[in-house]
């Protein structure tokens, strides 16, 4: 969805956020130009920081789209809460339960109504103690095989100073200076067409979370650590970016 769409509860949004942001941080912006301007493409931020989803949500608005984030369910059975979430195009993710299909039918509807559908791929804030992307869970994957729209990478650095979730430490201090950066979409076409099985959707979410790891290293300096290993399955040669 593009911003020229917008309905009364997202502008209101948008006025109600949008100037504190200003004044809450110092941003670079990079690579707006991989999020298109129509049709719809799935976003997979790294996440460091409870206050790094406002900061991808204003990241998005200002590239000229809307983001639609994936929240828990029970946030939309808050009184008033939940109904503000709903006209303004969130959508509500059931964990861990039989209704977690409906989950994927509503993405999947978004997408389709050209919507820019917000993943965090790690489904929660990393646990690597120096913030570096941890191994992801493959809701962006399955997605992306289900609808074929492009995956968009989105790292950032600077939301960890507003607020730190290694220590808890909030710093309301303004003009904190956060950097954030689109790539061009992951490149998926190998699995194009592929059944969603475990390891195809395991090997998609490889691909996406390395691309996020080296991204971020890019930005905020240092070598990152490994991700992970994944054994190598019988008669296959290890990928050697599994291990990179």
Same mark, same amino acid.
């Given at each position: 969805m593009t911003r020229r769409r917008l309905g009364f509860w997202q502008w209101f949004a948008v006025v109600l956020v949008k100037p504190v942001m200003l004044l809450w941080t110092r941003r670079t912006w990079r690579g707006m130009e991989h999020l298109r301007r129509?049709?719809?493409?799935?976003?997979? @931020?790294?996440?460091?920081?409870?206050?790094?989803?406002?900061?991808?949500?204003?990241? *998005?608005?200002? #590239?000229?789209?809307?983001?639609?984030?994936?929240?828990?369910? #029970? $946030?939309? !059975? *808050?009184?008033?809460?939940?109904?503000?979430?709903? =006209?303004?195009?969130?959508?509500p993710v059931e964990r861990g339960t039989v209704d977690a299909v409906r989950s994927l039918d509503a993405l999947v509807a978004a997408l389709a109504e050209g919507g820019a559908v917000v993943i965090y791929p790690e489904g929660t804030i990393t646990r690597e103690p120096q913030l570096w992307p941890m191994k992801g869970k493959t809701g962006a994957a399955r997605l992306a095989l289900a609808t074929?729209?492009?995956? $968009?990478?989105? $790292?950032?650095?600077? @939301? %960890? =100073?507003?607020?730190? @979730? =290694?220590? #808890?430490?909030?710093? &309301?201090?303004?003009?904190?200076?956060?950097?954030? $950066?689109?790539?061009? @979409?992951?490149d998926?076409? !190998?699995?194009?067409?592929?059944? &969603?099985?475990?390891?195809?959707? %395991? %090997?998609?979410?490889?691909?996406i979370m390395l691309r996020l790891r080296d991204m971020l290293a890019e930005i905020r300096g240092g070598t990152p650590p490994p991700l992970? %290993?994944?054994?190598? !399955?019988?008669?296959d040669e290890r990928r050697p970016e599994a291990a990179a």
């Open positions: 129509d049709g719809g493409v799935i976003i997979v @931020p790294n996440h460091i920081s409870h206050a790094d989803p406002l900061v991808a949500a204003h990241f *998005v608005y200002d #590239s000229g789209r809307w983001p639609q984030f994936l929240g828990k369910a #029970s $946030v939309f !059975r *808050v009184p008033l809460v939940g109904w503000i979430l709903h =006209r303004c195009r969130q959508i074929g729209a492009p995956v $968009v990478p989105v $790292v950032m650095w600077g @939301p %960890e =100073r507003i607020f730190d @979730p =290694r220590d #808890s430490r909030f710093n &309301p201090r303004p003009r904190m200076p956060v950097t954030v $950066v689109a790539g061009p @979409p992951v998926l076409s !190998r699995w194009a067409g592929a059944a &969603p099985t475990k390891a195809v959707l %395991e %090997e998609m979410t490889d691909t992970w %290993e994944r054994p190598a !399955r019988p008669g």
